[in-house]
Nanobody, 123 residues
Framework: QVQLIESGGGLVQAGDSLRLSCAAS????????IGWFRQAPGKEREFVAA????????YYTDSVRGRFAISRDNAKNTVFLQMNSLKPEDTAVYYC????????????????WGQGTQVTVSS
């Protein structure tokens, strides 16, 4: 089993930055894709960004492209989501997730999930 723990959320103002961390334990490594998802109240969980563990290929949803950056530290088994120029519409619970295999954007394709970390952006 893969265990994921998110941290780094908080309350910030529009235009501020946050960096989320996802610490992985278990069997995460080569062959895995790690994704960040978010869920706002009353909305479906949506894809934000993903990175392949082995080669670090990254993917982003259009609404965060150019503002967010996903990265990994292989030695620490940690994935980061750097969030810049935050907007109120970014407010959500952010989850990291893992799957064994290639990148996909769909929630249903990810097998392991963290507990989530709250990001609130005020205007």
């Amino acid at each position: 089993q893969v265990q994921l723990i998110e941290s780094g959320g908080g309350l910030v103002q529009a235009g501020d930055s946050l960096r989320l961390s996802c610490a992985a334990s278990g069997r995460t490594g080569s062959g895995y894709t790690i994704g960040w998802f978010r869920q706002a109240p009353g909305k479906e969980r949506e894809f934000v960004a993903a990175i392949t563990w082995n080669f670090g290929v990254t993917y982003y949803t259009d609404s965060v492209r150019g503002r967010f950056a996903i990265s990994r530290d292989n030695a620490k088994n940690t994935v980061f989501l750097q969030m810049n120029s935050l907007k109120p519409e970014d407010t959500a619970v952010y989850y990291c997730a893992a799957r064994y295999g290639d990148y996909v954007m769909h929630v249903r394709e990810y097998d392991y999930w963290g507990q989530g970390t709250q990001v609130t952006v005020s205007s």
